[in-house]
């Protein structure tokens, strides 16, 4: 399995007690409804599948705790550690039409309203006061925000989010 062929779910945050128990950090919502028995864990870029034992939700600060098969020992355990999890595509519930956030435009085609076409949008981050997109223009990685004043349609059906970005932004990247 690869990166492609699954979504990540959380991070492995530490160790908890001496057993081999995880605390992960959950990123995706709702996971509890979810039916799984294994993860597949980032080890420097190989997805590495490991067995549920147990999960345990702690639904006031996104996290779960997890027990391993074959994980007993805190030393064994450790080495998952700022770890990536992931679960395989199959598993990822189907959204509802009105379930679509800016998260999902990672992929989209970047089109503005003055440049044209920028590029696909290949990273997405969620800040505390907004989402930044990521597209390489012109062999430069250029980012931008995406809210209602940037964005100014989406098309689901050809993947394309059109923007009209601050005037000047571009030159900064490109200068």
């Known amino acids: 399995m ?17 057993k081999g128990e995880l605390q992960m950090y959950v990123a995706f ?6 039916d799984f028995n294994a993860i597949f864990v980032d080890m420097a870029g190989k ?7 147990s ?3 702690q639904g006031h600060n996104n996290t779960a705790n997890l027990f ?6 805190i030393e064994k355990a450790s080495r998952l550690v700022k770890k990536d999890v992931y679960l395989p595509n199959k598993l990822k519930p189907k959204k ?18 003055n440049e044209g076409e920028l590029g696909e949008i290949t990273h997405i981050q969620e800040l505390p006061q907004q989402f930044i997109a990521t597209v390489h223009y012109k062999n430069c990685e250029v980012l931008f925000p995406l809210n209602g004043e940037i964005i100014k349609s989406i098309d689901v059906v050809k993947n394309i989010v059109l923007v009209d970005l601050p005037e000047g932004l571009l030159d900064i990247y490109l200068d």
């Open 2 to 18: 690869t990166i492609d062929d699954s979504f990540k779910i959380g991070t492995i945050l530490k160790t908890k007690g001496l």
């Open 29 to 34: 919502d709702n996971l509890e409804l979810i």
């Open 47 to 53: 997805l590495v599948p490991y067995f549920v034992e």
């Open 55 to 57: 999960v345990k939700y």
């Open 68 to 73: 391993l098969e074959d994980l007993d020992t």
């Open 96 to 113: 509802k039409k009105g379930d679509f956030t800016l998260a999902d435009l990672l992929g989209f085609t970047a089109v503005d309203e």
